[in-house]
């Protein structure tokens, strides 16, 4: 007996707002127009924002019929919801897992004190790292961005300031535990580039890819604050950080190639900036010298601009570079500028005289980074050609240091030796004698540098490279291997990763753990290796732009996937109940966080199981958050086992809510007393009123059809309906319930005649029950083949196997290949 169940048509709403369906579907598969064969445990017709995506499927299977509902004149775009994710951490916290963009060293005043080196990532952090002769040790890590940190400065003597491409600045205790003392928001785009006067303690410049640049002065921009973190960060779109004190501030400037300034005229806390347009273009590099008087920036426009920082006006613009400008150093009179281009030439340029005064053709590739000598007598110099060069700004000797395996980002020169940032996780310490660079100059390999580019590429042509001084670093703080290669598997539980150094691991999200770790092996066969035939909607989405996972979920569609509680090996639930995968990880990622709340609530907090009454929460808008109770879901604050995230390597959670804007911070450094102000309000709808995103259909109709040359007629006239995801046993059995009619091929002893449509002697497969005067063994019992890319899958060799039907609204048809068999 053969039986095909077919699917009739499957209805599609458009937004009007989203790409045609032949936009979205080319390339992709079939055309619309045709008909198309949808695999089982393969997702189907996936629907994100009522648009279709249609993936190449074989055309052995199914039979879909598309067609537009017509009931979507009316319908409404639906509100963007504010999103969360959270970032998976190794076992190792105290070792960055991405490139390092900046170094800055913070000098004890005394001399048997203790020194620091301030290093930040592009996995978003900031680290401090104690100082020995031969080693470093971290003592802190500073966890507030949301995306890459690209420069730090010091301020005083105990501030520390960042910037990020998450548009902000945060200022930090140099001394503290890494908690963020203010974040100021003023720029539009990545901000990429901080100067700092050394002995105006207060001044710090800003620039980033929106072509503005921001004098701040520090102490007056951040204080008063009232609290210490993200929260109090001021509600205007384009306000800085202050309090409801008033505050008399004239000390921030924004620089204008036109020389204007302007005023804000949004008052917020208090605190009025002045702001105005920058640069025309991209900044990439500021420079100050130590009394707060004069700032040099540089960008993409490939010119020096010269500034006042005092007053916002412009002084001078030198040309001669011949692309982006990527490194600037001021002497501490100002007198002398240096700067480093993509053009691979480092010029010294007399301010005094407004010209370049030399060209050094250094390097063969672009230079990123720029260090001077106390006496701006000789300059470090390293980029894109992985080499590090020390150069004579008189007699311009050159000499290469070393060389790295990866390009070189930042350099910070700390007595005689120096510290070497890359595209890596480490940071390497190198002999570099800084207070008498001519020691180096005596061991001989030097080279003259020439003032033309194609010079020093052409000797590099000729081969006649020169050799590097040192061989090894003095040492290194090690890092760990960025993540470059991600793939989810089908369970949607399990993402396999292959980091800088090859090595392979599977990790599990909804624990936030590494639960394999496959070493170096070839990463396409273990996918391969891994795949298994199940199908689950895809309900978060990874990306590895810190050098770590990062796991994003987006409501509603995190709320999508469900799976039996025996699947995920839940110990005391009914087997066939289903448990939300996105319900459950955002559970387990805020457990400490409801744990501290409801300390903080007391025992009035806790009410028929709610964590939280709803008079504690301020009132929303149920209407535009379109919720409902999930019925499904046990109202409890229970964490399973399989989503409880670790404390020892806990994960970062980044989200906002409905003020202060994005933020970062450990799921065990998180106090309860973040609210909707600080998390997006279905985020606390999931966790702590157990209410999820209403869902358009719960169920998918079908019909059932004889398979090609079955004997079996059609039985069942009128739709049938089955729910998203149901074990296959449960499928068989409603088939062949339905399937069920009296039949003249039964044998005389009652039995069932396979292949002729004779009638089953039970009323129900697989309720236990069957025709007496058997043998137990000799009972028959159905066996059902369910085909899937030519592969068959009996009942009886996995009894609890999961199906999906439906992906969304969407259905799957199956063909089914039924008999009877003695077991």
Known sequence: MAIEIQEVAVKNVSSPCSPSLSQRTQNKGPSFASSYSIPLFFPSLT?????????????????????????????????????????????????????INCLTVLKSSVSDGCNYLFSGSRDGTLKRWALDEDAATCSATFESHVDWVNDTVIAGDTTLVSCSSDTTLKTWNCFSDGTCTSTLRQHSDYVTCLAAAEKNTNVVASGGLGGEVFVWDIEAAVTPLSKSSDVMEDDCSNGINGSANSLSISSLRTISSSNSIAAHTTQC???????????????????????????????????????????????MKLRGHTDNIRALLLDSTGRYCLSGSSDSMIRLWDLGQQRCVHSYAVH???????????????????????????????????????????????????????????????????????????????????????????????????????????KEPIFTIPGTPAIVQHEILNNKRHVLTKDSAGSVKLWEITRGVVIEDYGQVSFDEKKEQLFEMVS???????????????????????????????????????????????????????????????????????????????????????????????????????????????????????TEGSQGG?????????????DEKDFPGWVLDCVLSNKLPSRDSTKCSFYLHPCEGSAVQILTQGKLSAPRILRIHKVVNYVIEKLEKPSDNANSDGTFSPGLGGRL???????????????????????????????????????????????????????????????
Request: glycine fraction near 8%.
């Open 662 to 674: 994005p933020w970062r911070k450990k799921i065990t450094e998180l106090d309860g007393t973040e």
């Open 47 to 99: 629907q994100s924002h009522s648009c279709l995506e249609l993936p190449d499927w074989p055309r052995n299977q199914i039979r879909v019929e598309i067609f537009n509902a017509g009931n979507n004149a009316n319908s409404n775009r639906p509100r963007k919801e504010k999103k969360l994710r959270y970032v998976l951490r190794g076992t190792d916290d105290t070792k960055h897992c991405a490139g």
């Open 364 to 470: 063969t590739d672009s230079v990123w980074a720029l260090a001077s000598t106390p006496t701006f007598s000789h300059v470090y110099s390293g980029g894109r050609d992985l080499s590090l060069y020390l150069t004579d700004l008189t007699t311009r000797e050159s000499l290469l240091l070393c060389t790295k395996e990866h390009p070189i980002l930042q350099l910070a020169l700390h007595d005689d030796s120096i510290w070497v940032a890359t595209t890596d996780s480490s940071v390497d310490r190198w002999p570099a004698e800084g207070r008498n660079p001519q020691k180096v100059f005596q061991r001989g390999g030097s080279f003259l540098a020439g003032n033309l580019s194609f010079s020093r590429a052409r000797v590099s042509l000729e081969g006649s490279a020169p050799t590097p001084v040192y």
């Open 536 to 654: 689950i909607p895809a309900w978060f989405t990874v990306d590895t732009r810190l050098g770590s996972l990062s796991v994003h979920l987006d409501t509603p569609q995190c709320f999508y996937a469900e799976m039996y509680s025996a699947d995920l090996n839940i110990i005391g639930k009914p087997e066939d109940d289903k448990v939300n995968l996105a319900r459950e990880t955002l559970k387990g990622l805020l457990a400490h966080w409801m744990t501290k709340r409801r300390q903080r609530l007391g025992s009035q907090a806790s009410v028929n199981g709610n964590v939280l009454s709803g008079k504690d929460i301020t009132s929303r808008s149920i209407a535009n958050s379109r919720i409902e109770v999930d019925g499904n879901a046990e109202n409890d604050s229970m964490v399973y086992p399989s989503f409880e995230f670790s404390t020892v390597s806990p994960p970062s959670i980044i």
């Open 761 to 823: 002697q039970h009323s129900a497969v697989g309720d236990g029950s069957f025709r007496s005067g058997l043998k137990p063994w000799q009972k028959p019992r159905p066996s059902i083949e369910i085909l899937c890319n030519n592969q068959a899958s009996q009942l009886h060799s996995d009894p609890g196997q999961v199906i999906l039907l439906t992906s969304g609204s969407r259905l799957v048809s199956l063909y089914w290949y039924g008999n009877l068999m003695l077991w």
């Open 269 to 315: 806390h208090g605190y009025v900036p002045i702001a105005a347009k920058g640069h025309k273009e991209s900044v990439y590099a500021l420079a100050m010298n130590d009394s707060g008087s004069l700032l040099v920036s540089g960008g993409t426009e490939k010119v020096v601009r010269v500034w006042d920082p005092r007053t916002g006006s412009k002084t």
